[in-house]
């Protein structure tokens, strides 16, 4: 590819909403170009390496006896009724009518679509197991979109699904995608590692995350320092500490005025007691009415596992006016005492005594509260997000904090949309029985982004060989010389004779302006053609990893090409 005919262009420019570092660089690399919010064109160096990671994917599918499909990107809202999605997957699912006023919707994933597909179509445990995958677009109506690529609203997805007989069979499926997967993100030059998830509006039993390991990384990432527990923070589980305090006086309840401390910061600081000795209330919306969650006033809630803990299919905070009608106050003095909607306390709190809480009063709190003498709690459950020194639940070891890109996720599905969607096949007796089935997503764009959020420097991109656009760019310092020119051309043709990916530098542009080019959009290597070398009989091959150079005989150029394509992974 001669980069004068390529449509492309870098800029020194940043856009005020790149607020990470692999959108800010693929936007002056000339990779994506913003059209809306959340949504980007992709021009010809991204889409290169997009191609780059889709054959990836496919090859290890494929590898896997999975069988690609494509799927309709507008969906029916009938299917989506049947599993009951369309009530709870919330504003992220972009609903419309088409001209006869029926239901539709984007895709934003597409379980309902290949049960419905494959019930049609399998009958009998002779046809199973079977997994199906495709690469498509879909799209979900982000509230804040962000990121670049990395959380889009429209995106390139894999998705696959594994149907089979029973949860053994199952299993096997899961454990097939999860090496996969492992495989697929080793080839893309990824550094990486398989976290526990939480199975989200997806649904299912249990699910691994796929984090690219990052500073900037959205997701937190909870993990042990002696053993292999790894969990995202909705997952992260912590080990329940011994209670101690069982012959300790409890003090008498006294309501104290707290005049406009509505924090737990706030509150410990104006009654001069320690943060730890705080029980914050939240009100929370489920779609059977509203219930109360309490922790320790340095805990934090982990909405998703106080979701699990309930079986609900709708969690939120509570508006203004739900939490008066609830606690006859206004937010910031909510507390347990005298509730009368069920109580979901964090475990820490079995080991408090004597401590703080709302009073359910504007402007006051309680304090010297106890457990099961002022209120009772309907259920205790490990409901607070994880956090570094937490214990771990596996081991004797301590929880430590990291952050992570998500470029991966799968899910053991169990019966959910089999059960939904009436999926049965025949056994050997002709017994019907629910088909059992996994879920197996990638997020095409995104390992680009991640790969760019791992590797670069201050110059620009560095990309790993096997999601790169090109592998090698011939850079002539003048093309206006006519022995540079004809010897960077004569390269070029040989490599692309040998089906080297190779791209020829040959604007008239000055070398500076080219070599920072080269370094921003992070070719693995450059051939630089210039007068002095060519003097010599040579030119110079830089690798853009580690800035190592090395001056090459003319005649030797093409082998030493061919032995460093032959290295790549």
Known sequence: MLLSRMFFHTSKEIPSDAEILSHKLMIRAGMIQKLASGIYNHLPLFQKSIKKVIKIVQEEMDGTGAQEVSLPFVLPASLWKESKRWLYYGKELLRFQDRHERDFCLG?????????????????????????????????????????????????????????????????????????????????????????????????????????????????????????????????????????NLFSERKEKKLMPTPDQKKAEEVAKFLNVCIKDIVKTLILETENGPIAAILRGDHELNIAKLKNVIGCNFLELAEEETIKKVTDAPQGFAGPVNLKIKIYADHEIKGMINFVTGGNIKDTHFINVNFERDFKIFKFADIRCAKTGDPCPRCSGILTESRGIEVGHIFKLGTKY????????????????????????????????????????????????????????????????????????????????????????????????????????????????????????????????????????????????????????
């Open 108 to 244: 934003p994933t597409h379980e309902e679509v290949i049960t419905d597909l494959v019930r049609r179509e399998v009958n009998s445990y002779r046809q199973l197991p079977l997994i199906l995958y495709q690469i498509q677009t879909k799209f979900r109506d982000e509230i804040r979109p962000r990121y670049g690529v990395m959380r889009a609203r429209e995106f390139i997805m894999k998705d696959a699904y594994s149907f089979d007989i029973d949860e053994a069979s199952a299993s096997e499926s899961y454990h097939n995608m999860y090496d996969t997967y492992f495989r697929i993100f080793n080839r893309c030059g990824l550094e990486f590692r398989a976290v526990e998830a939480d199975t989200g509006s997806i649904g299912g039993s249990f699910s691994h995350e796929f984090m690219v390991i990052a500073d900037t990384g959205e997701d937190l990432i909870i993990s042990c320092d002696k053993c292999n527990y790894s969990a995202n923070v909705e997952k992260a589980e912590i080990k329940l500490k011994e209670i101690n």
């Open 418 to 569: 089999s059960e939904a969607l009436k999926a049965n096949y025949l056994d050997k007796k002709g017994k019907e029985h629910l088909i059992v089935m996994g879920c197996y997503g990638i997020g095409i764009e995104r390992i680009i982004a991640s790969a760019i959020e791992q590797y670069h420097d201050e110059h620009g991109i560095i990309f790993p060989a096997s999601v790169a656009p090109f592998h090698f760019i011939i850079l002539p310092v003048n093309m206006e010389n006519n022995e540079v020119k004809k010897t960077a051309e004569k390269i070029y043709d040989e490599c692309k004779h040998k089906n080297l990916e190779v791209i020829l530098d040959d604007r008239k542009s000055q070398a500076g302006v080219k070599f920072k080019d080269a370094d921003l959009i992070g070719i693995p290597f450059r051939i630089t053609v210039g007068i002095k070398s060519l003097r010599q009989g040579k030119v110079e091959i830089k690798e853009r990893k580690t800035g190592k150079t090395e001056q090459v005989e003319l005649s030797d150029i093409l082998d030493r090409l061919l032995r460093i394509k032959n290295s790549f992974k």
